[in-house]
C-alpha cells in the first residue's frame, strides 16, 4: 500500500493501448481503468482537445486522476487508520495517505480539482479534498466497503459516506433518544456493581454504545416496516439488553440477583440469569410496533448463531409467508468468539442460500479487544476480528465505541444496507471492558497497562454529556437529573424486591406455542392414531408416480416410478423411502408444514430418496410432492456443514410447532460434528429453558462393513443423555412404523426432539416392506413382539433394536427356531416399559438376551443395563473398542455371523 499509485508509474505506450481498447469497448478494461479514462475524457471535453503537444492539458487530467487515486485510498484503506479505538493507539497498517505518494506534490495543495465532485463537493482545492476525506474516513467510523465487487453497492456507500455521513447532525429529539438510553446503560450497570458486588452479571460497562446503537436498529427497522427481530447475545451485556431494549423488568432481574428462586417451584433444571430468553412487543418513535426477540443461549460461543438464522427464517416463512424483509436477525458477537470460531464461518456461509437465507443479518461485536485474558493478538490472526465478513462481501463498521452519534450513524446505516441489499452487515463496536472478564476477576494480572488506560477513562456517558454540553444541546443539569432520577427508580425496585420478593415465573411460553402443552409421562404410555385415509394415500402415491408433461426422465427414473406406482397401486406394499413420502405428502396435505435439510437429502445419499426428479435435458427441477396441496416440501440440500446447518433446523424447528422439521445426516457418523448442538440445545432446552422443539434427526446407522466412519451414528450418546422424556430416540424397522412415527411428531399436543437411527441397507432389503393397510390405521409401536412363534413354547427371548433383527430373523428361519422369540424396541427413549412389560409377560420363564451388533461399550448396552435393573439380561456385543467398527469387510462378516449366532446360543 505504501506509494499507492499505479497512474504514476504506468507505462506510456502500454496506457495509451489501454485508451484505445476503452474507446472501442469500455467494458473491454476493468472498472478501474474506466474510471480513469472516464475521467481523462471529462478532463478532454471540459479543457478541449490538446493535441499531442498539449501537455498542460495532459498533465492537468492526470493529476485530476492522481487526485482519484487518493479518494480511492481512502475509501478503501481509511479505515485502516480510523481513530475508532478509545483506549489505545491503533497498530501501524503502513497505509500512506500522503498526496506525493499518488504523484501529487505540495504545489497542487492549492489548485482545484473537479474530481472533488465524486465525493460531493464542488470543485475544490486539493488541500480542501483532503480535509473532507481525512473527516469522513479517518474519523470514528472505518467504513470497510469498498472491497465489495458489486458496483451498485460502493456507489451506495460513496453516497452514504461521503454525503450523508459527512452531514450528519442528529436533531435534539435524536440527541436526547441516545443519551436516555446510554443513561439507562451506564447507570443500570454501576447500580449492579454497587448493590450486588462481586456477583457474576459480564458487565457491558466500556461497552454501553450497543444499547443505544440496539435501540437506534430495532427503531429503524420498525420504521423500514420490519415486523420482527430475533436477537442472539453471549454473556456480555445480557441483563442490559433484557431490561433496557427488551423490556424485562428491574424486578425481575433484582429477584434474580437476590436468588429467591424456590427449587420446589422451577420446572425443569433452569439456568443461570445472564443465558435466559425474553421477548416483547416494542412501540418505536416512527409509531409502528416490532416484536423482539432474544433467544435463550448457553455457554458455548456462538452455538446460538445458527438457531437464531434458522428461527428467523423459521418466522418468516410461516408467519411472514416468505417475505424476507419482515423478519431479521441480529446476532451480538463478542471479538474473540467471533475470530475464533468456526460456526460463525459456517453460519456467515449459509446467508446467501435458498434454503437458509433470512434476507442478511446484522452481525454487532461488542469488541472489548479482549477475550476472557487473551489479548486480540494471541486471538487471530486477521486484521480484524470481522475479517469473516469477507467470505460474502458484507460490509464492516467499524466504530468508536465512545462516540455514541457515530453508532447511532452505523447503526441506521446497517439497517438500511439490510432492507435495501438483503444481505450480511457486521458492526464492530470498538470498545473496552471495565472490569476483567467477570467482576471479580483481576485483569490486571495479564493486561496491566491497558487497565492502568481504563481506570483513568471516563465512561461513555460521561464522554457524551460532555460533547453535548460543549455544543449547547443540553444543559448540565439535565444530565445529572436524568442520571439521579434513573438511580432513584433502580433503588425504588431494589427496595419493592427485597420487601416482597417477586413469585417465581416460569419462562412464558412464546406465542406460537401456546396452543401447546407440556407432556406427561402418561403421554408416552401410548402413540396416538396417525392412520390416514385410502384417498390420501391414493392422491400421495399420484403424486409421486406423476411427471409433468413433457418431462423427460431419465431411465433409472422412468423405473422408480414404474416401481413407485407398482408399490402404491398394485402390490400395495410399501418400501422405506416410500413410506417417509407418504408420511410428508399427508402432512402436506393436512395443511402441516414439511421441511428437511441435509446434505443431499433431495436424492438421499443412498438413492432412494428422489423428492426431486431433474428433466434428463434441461436440469429443469420438480418435485412431486409439491402438487400434492397447497402446501409446498421444503427440502433443502445443505452446505457441507453438520453444526451450522443441524444448528439451523433446531432454531427452525424453535420457531414453528406447527412444521414437521428434519435435518439428516449424511452417515450418522458426522452428527458428532455438531455435538453441541446436541448436549446444549436438543438434550437440556426443555429442562433448561422452558422451550419445546420437535426437530427429527435422521441418523443412518448400523454395521454392514463399511469401517469406523460409516457405520456408528454413536447411539450411546444419545441414550446416555436421555432422561426425564427430554428426547425420543427410536430405530423403527418397518416403513409403516417409521411413517407413524414422523406423524407422531406433529399429531401429539406437545413437541419432543426425536433421534431416529434410521436404515441403510434396510433401505433396499426385500423383508423391510409394509403393507397399505398398516398406513390406513394403527399407530407408532414402540415395541415388536415376534410373531413368526407361539409364546408358550419360547424359552428365549432375544431383544434387540433396529437392524441387527433382520440378521437376527434370518438366523432364526434358518435355525427353524422355534423356542426363540425376537423382540425390538423400536423406541428406546422414553422407555417403553409398560409395552414391553405386556410383551415379556407372556414369555415369564424365557431365558433374557439382549443383542446389539456394536460393542460393548457402544450402543445400547449401558443403556439397557440402566433401565432394565431387576431384569436377568444376558448381553451379546462386539468386544468392547477403541473404533466403532472394523474397517475390512471380511472381518466385519465373520464378527456379525458370530454376534447373531451367539444370541441364540449364550
Ligand atoms: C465455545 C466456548 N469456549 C470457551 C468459552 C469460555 N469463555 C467464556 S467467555 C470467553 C471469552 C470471550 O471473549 P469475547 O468473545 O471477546 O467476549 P467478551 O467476554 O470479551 O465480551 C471464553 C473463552 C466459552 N464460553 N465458549
New binding site residues.
Given amino acids: 500500500m505504501d506509494n499507492y499509485s499505479y497512474i504514476s508509474n504506468a507505462d506510456v505506450g502500454y496506457l495509451d493501448q489501454l485508451y484505445q481498447n476503452y474507446k472501442k469497448d469500455p467494458s473491454s478494461v476493468d472498472a478501474t481503468w474506466q474510471k480513469f479514462f472516464e475521467g481523462y475524457d471529462f478532463n478532454q471535453q471540459r479543457y478541449g482537445e490538446g493535441g499531442n503537444g498539449s501537455t498542460a492539458v495532459d498533465s492537468l487530467s492526470i493529476k485530476e486522476t492522481q487526485v482519484r487515486n487518493l479518494i480511492f485510498t481512502y475509501r478503501s484503506f481509511g479505515h485502516l487508520t480510523s481513530k475508532t479505538n478509545p483506549v489505545r493507539e491503533r497498530r501501524n497498517h503502513h497505509v500512506n495517505f500522503d498526496h506525493k505518494s499518488v504523484g501529487l506534490t505540495d504545489a497542487d495543495l492549492d489548485t482545484e480539482f473537479d474530481v472533488a465532485s465524486e465525493i460531493g463537493m464542488p470543485k475544490s482545492s486539493l488541500r480542501k479534498i483532503i480535509e473532507r476525506l481525512k473527516a469522513i474516513y479517518l474519523g470514528p467510523i472505518g467504513f470497510e466497503y469498498n472491497f465489495i465487487r458489486n458496483d451498485a453497492i460502493r456507489a451506495w456507500f460513496f453516497q452514504k459516506c461521503e454525503k450523508e455521513y459527512f452531514e450528519y447532525n442528529p436533531d435534539k429529539e435524536e440527541k436526547k433518544r441516545i443519551l436516555t438510553k446510554l443513561n439507562e446503560a451506564v447507570v443500570f450497570e454501576n447500580f449492579l456493581h454497587t448493590k450486588f458486588l462481586g456477583q457474576k452479571r ?1 458487565s457491558l460497562e466500556g461497552g454501553e454504545n450497543t444499547i443505544p446503537g440496539l435501540q437506534t436498529i430495532i427503531n429503524k427497522a420498525a420504521e423500514l416496516d420490519v415486523k420482527e427481530v430475533v436477537i442472539g447475545m ?3 451485556g445480557r441483563l442490559n439488553v433484557l431490561t433496557n431494549i427488551l423490556g424485562k423488568t428491574y424486578e425481575q432481574i433484582f429477584t434474580e440477583f437476590e436468588g429467591n428462586v424456590s427449587p420446589e417451584q422451577t420446572m425443569g433444571d433452569g439456568d443461570v440469569k445472564y443465558h435466559l430468553g425474553y421477548s416483547s412487543h416494542i412501540n418505536t418513535p416512527s409509531g409502528k410496533k416490532i416484536y423482539v426477540k432474544l433467544t435463550p443461549n448457553p ?3 456462538e452455538a446460538v448463531d445458527p438457531l437464531v438464522i434458522g428461527y428467523t427464517r423459521g418466522q418468516i416463512d410461516d408467519e411472514y409467508k416468505g417475505d424476507l424483509s419482515k423478519g431479521m436477525a441480529i446476532l451480538i ?6 475470530a475464533g ?1 468456526g460456526l460463525v464461518y459456517e453460519v456467515v456461509q449459509m446467508s446467501g442460500l435458498p434454503g437458509y437465507t433470512t434476507g442478511g443479518t446484522i452481525h454487532f461485536v ?1 469488541n ?1 479487544q ?3 485474558t487473551t489479548d486480540y493478538d494471541d486471538a487471530r490472526t486477521s486484521i480484524y476480528c470481522t475479517d469473516i465478513a469477507k467470505i460474502v462481501d458484507a460490509p464492516v463498521l467499524h466504530v468508536n465505541g465512545d462516540d455514541a452519534e457515530a453508532v447511532s450513524f452505523a447503526a441506521n446505516l446497517a439497517v438500511e444496507y439490510r432492507v435495501k441489499f438483503g444481505q450480511d452487515i457486521f458492526i464492530d463496536l470498538l470498545c473496552y ?1 471495565r472490569h476483567g ?1 467477570n467482576e471479580s476477576d483481576e485483569p490486571k494480572f495479564t493486561q496491566p497497562k491497558l487497565y492502568n488506560i481504563i481506570a483513568k477513562h471516563p465512561n461513555p456517558r460521561e464522554i457524551y454529556v460532555k460533547k453535548l454540553i460543549e455544543r449547547g444541546d443540553v444543559d448540565a443539569a439535565l444530565a445529572d437529573e436524568m442520571d439521579k432520577n434513573f438511580r432513584n427508580q433502580l433503588q425504588d425496585r431494589l427496595n419493592e424486591v427485597k420487601q416482597k420478593p417477586l413469585p417465581y415465573k416460569p419462562q412464558k411460553m412464546e406465542e406460537e406455542w401456546e396452543q401447546m402443552r407440556w407432556a406427561t409421562p402418561e403421554d408416552f404410555d401410548k402413540s396416538p392414531d396417525t392412520g390416514i385415509k385410502e384417498s390420501v394415500i391414493e392422491k400421495v402415491g399420484k403424486a409421486l408416480t406423476t411427471i409433468p408433461e413433457g418431462f423427460k426422465a431419465l431411465k433409472q427414473i422412468e423405473k422408480l416410478l414404474k416401481d413407485r406406482q407398482t408399490a402404491f397401486f398394485e402390490e400395495k406394499v410399501l418400501g422405506w423411502a416410500e413410506a417417509e413420502l407418504l408420511a410428508y405428502g399427508s402432512l402436506l396435505a393436512e395443511k402441516t408444514p414439511v421441511r428437511m435439510s441435509g446434505q443431499d437429502v433431495k436424492r438421499g445419499t443412498f438413492s432412494h430418496r428422489h423428492a426431486y426428479f431433474f428433466d434428463a435435458n434441461t436440469n429443469e427441477p420438480f418435485c412431486g410432492l409439491n402438487t400434492v396441496g397447497t402446501e409446498k416440501f421444503h427440502i433443502f440440500n445443505s452446505l457441507l456443514s453438520e453444526f451450522g446447518v443441524l444448528g439451523f433446523e433446531y432454531g427452525y424447528a424453535m420457531s414453528s410447532p406447527r412444521a414437521l422439521v428434519l435435518w439428516e445426516a449424511q452417515f450418522g457418523d458426522f452428527v458428532n460434528g455438531a455435538q453441541v448442538i446436541i448436549d446444549q440445545f436438543l438434550s437440556s432446552a426443555e429442562s433448561k429453558w422452558q422451550r419445546m422443539n420437535g426437530l427429527v434427526m435422521l441418523l443412518p446407522h448400523g454395521y454392514e462393513g463399511q469401517g469406523p466412519e460409516h457405520s456408528s451414528c454413536r447411539p450411546e450418546r444419545f441414550l446416555q443423555l436421555a432422561a426425564e422424556y427430554n428426547f425420543v430416540v427410536a430405530d423403527p424397522t418397518t416403513p409403516a412404523n417409521f411413517f407413524h412415527l414422523l406423524r407422531r411428531q406433529v399429531s401429539w399436543p406437545f413437541r419432543k426432539p426425536c433421534v431416529v437411527f434410521s436404515p441403510k441397507s434396510l433401505l433396499r432389503h426385500p423383508a423391510v416392506i409394509s403393507p397399505l393397510k398398516d398406513f390406513t390405521s394403527g399407530t407408532f409401536q414402540e415395541v415388536l413382539d415376534d410373531a413368526s412363534v407361539s409364546a408358550k413354547e419360547v424359552k428365549r427371548v432375544i431383544l434387540c433394536t433396529g437392524k441387527i433383527y433382520y440378521d437376527l430373523a434370518e438366523v432364526q428361519q434358518k435355525r427353524k427356531s422355534k423356542d426363540t422369540a425376537v423382540v425390538r424396541m423400536e423406541q428406546l427413549h422414553p422407555f417403553p416399559e409398560k409395552q414391553l412389560k405386556a410383551v415379556l409377560k407372556k414369555y415369564k420363564d424365557a431365558k433374557l438376551v439382549w443383542a446389539q451388533e456394536e460393542p460393548a461399550n457402544m450402543g445400547a448396552q449401558s443403556y439397557i443395563q440402566r433401565m432394565m435393573p431387576k431384569y436377568d439380561l444376558e448381553f451379546v456385543s462386539r468386544k468392547a473398542s477403541a473404533s466403532p467398527a472394523t474397517g475390512y469387510l471380511k472381518v466385519h462378516k465373520v464378527e456379525q455371523e458370530k454376534l447373531v449366532n451367539k444370541a441364540f446360543e449364550i
Fill in positions: 459480564f453471549a454473556h456480555r455457554s458455548h460461543l458477537h463478542g471479538d474473540a468468539a467471533l470460531q461488542i472489548n479482549v477475550g476472557f471492558r472478564h
